[in-house]
């Protein structure tokens, strides 16, 4: 009957209440994003219609008819499901634009294989060459793959960090410029030196007048002089900006988790050019060890070894002008 009727709609007015005092807090200081308003408004506009079919009969689809106890309870149930989407909405517009980090799945590690001369270029010929000819051929294809995979390096730093961090908005163009600006430059260099080292190689898969090529690509490393002296710099402006922006420190490390990386981040990325610098006297070296019987061979690669001497020292004297100016900064003078 009528004071029944009264009754029910009494039970479920503080679910309506409850309604309107929730979303008019969303809708009126614009909580929800333009995405998220379009989806709360089609479920405003159905719970009215639930609204209107239990509290004024006359206007729902069940015109005419009484509110019953199933309706109460169908409708009860329809309100939580509206009042349950509203909450995580709620919750997404008001935690921060930075997700907590996850790390990503685990994949295993890149690993780069390394081949022998003798077991990839030199199968048909190792067996009819000299130990010291053999010895010879193995240490330039050694030269030759780390080339490769250092190429490989910095091709995934300018593609995966460089123009990612400036295409999220994470770091400017000024930034990016004093972190990047040098990497296709070695890019080139180290392309151009790899693209000798393969001319050199003979109808047989043996390598011929390396000693020479590398004489004359040995200049192109005294930009390295002015890279290392900005590595200082560098290495300031990545820890500054890892301990102020959450931002950029989160995808450091997302990289770093990730297998293209092998477990090593931005910082050893960038500083690899100056440890492959420092390593190339050594392979050098070794190389003119087994090219005593070659005469042009030797003289050529003790010509280069001592213009890569005078490339060392310039690099050694840009990183303590680097190191020096630095710490003069600090000192906070009167």
């Not at 004071?3 to 008019?24: G, K, M, V, Y």
């Not at 050694?142 to 995979?149: A, K, S």
Request: net charge neutral; with cysteine; hydrophobic share 35%.
């Amino acid at each position: 009957s009528q004071r029944q009727q009264c009754s029910e709609n009494s039970a479920i007015l503080p679910f309506r209440h409850r309604f309107d005092e929730i979303t008019s807090v969303a809708f009126e200081e614009n909580e929800l994003t333009d995405d998220d308003s379009k989806v709360e408004e089609s479920i405003q506009e159905s719970a009215c219609n639930n609204f209107s079919e239990v509290l004024c009969p006359a206007t729902g689809k069940n015109a005419g008819e009484k509110p019953n106890q199933n309706d109460f309870f169908v409708f009860k149930h329809k309100i939580k499901n509206v009042w349950s989407k509203l909450k995580k909405i709620w919750t997404r517009r008001q935690s921060p634009k930075s997700k907590k980090y996850r790390p990503p799945t685990f994949k295993p590690t890149r690993q780069r294989t390394t081949q022998l001369w003798s077991e990839t270029r030199g199968k048909k010929t190792a067996l009819s060459l000299t130990s010291q000819e053999l010895n010879r051929q193995e240490s330039i294809h050694e030269i030759l793959q780390g080339e490769i995979h250092f190429i490989e390096d910095l091709l995934m730093i300018q593609t995966v960090y460089h123009q990612s961090l400036v295409h999220l908005g994470y770091i400017s163009r000024s930034e990016a410029d004093l972190i990047f600006g040098w990497i296709p430059k070695l890019i080139s260099i180290h392309t151009e030196f790899r693209d000798r080292i393969l001319k050199a190689l003979g109808p047989n898969s043996c390598f011929t007048y390396f000693g020479t090529s590398v004489q004359e690509w040995i200049p192109n490393l005294e930009i390295y002089s002015s890279y290392c002296y900005q590595l200082i710099e560098v290495k300031k402006l990545l820890d500054e900006k890892k301990n102020s922006d959450p931002l950029f420190d989160d995808f450091l490390r997302r990289c770093l988790e990730s297998s293209f990386s092998r477990r090593l981040d931005l910082w050893s990325y960038l500083d690899a050019p100056r440890s492959r610098l420092m390593k190339y006297p050594l392979l050098l070296t070794q190389t003119q060890k087994f090219a005593k019987n070659n005469h042009n061979e030797f003289k050529a690669l003790e010509q280069a070894l001592q213009m890569l001497r005078d490339v060392l020292d310039q690099v050694d004297r840009s990183t303590g002008l680097a190191i020096c100016k630095q710490e003069i900064d600090k000192i906070d003078l009167p």
